[in-house]
Each structure stands twice: as C-alpha cells, then as structure tokens.
C-alpha cells in the first residue's frame, strides 16, 4: 500500500491535469439537444439543434435540457470513478466504499441534494 501511495504522490500533477480534461456529454433522446459538461459538472458547451423551436413549449424543453445535463453529469462522474478507482490503492477504494454513510456529494446532483437537512 505504501508503495502505491508513493507511487500516486509521484504522479500527483498528471493526475490532476487527466482529472480536468474530463467532460462529461449527452444528447436528448431525439438527438435534438447535446449537453457538455466539465470535471465538476458544470456546463461547457450547449447545442440546441433549430428543431426544437418547432413545439414551443418551454418547460418541455426546460425539463429535456436538465434531463439531458443530467446524463452528462453522470457520464463524467463515470470517468472520474474510474480515473480514481485507477489513481487509487485498492485498499483504500474498498476503505472509502465502507464509510459511505450519507448522501454521496459526488455523485448525486444538486437538485437531489436541495432542502435536505443531511446533505
């Protein structure tokens, strides 16, 4: 394990430049909406095909455009799991899985977390 975390220290500022360029992406299931999203979710990069202007209903495409920056936010806690399942000793993965308790800040989205009193 000290080996590993020698190893990881080594390779501190690789890791963290990996860990920035991740970016999360996704498109509404009718491809009409792509969503990016850096490292710690937050938006990148919008594209709204011209199609959806066709049904004006704004709280339709309210509620697609969150689902969809839902998806990717997910896609870039994904690689971020697997980037430090990657950094991390093992040790201390199956260490961090057994403390799990409350509500998991990194992977759950904020509008989950809002008006809860553990969070």
Known sequence: MVDDLQKARQNVVESQQRMLAIRGEARSDDRLIRVV?????????????PRVFRNPDSKALAA????????A???C?????ELRDELL??????????????PDLFSAHDADLEGRKDA
């Open 73 to 75: 936010i997910e896609d």
């Open 77 to 81: 806690q994904r690689q971020a799991r």
């Open 89 to 102: 000793p093992k040790d201390l993965r199956s260490m961090a899985e057994q403390l799990k308790g409350g």
């Open 37 to 49: 999203v850096g490292p710690r979710g937050q938006l990148v990069d919008l594209e709204l095909d």
């Open 64 to 71: 697609a455009i969150m689902a969809t920056a839902r998806d």
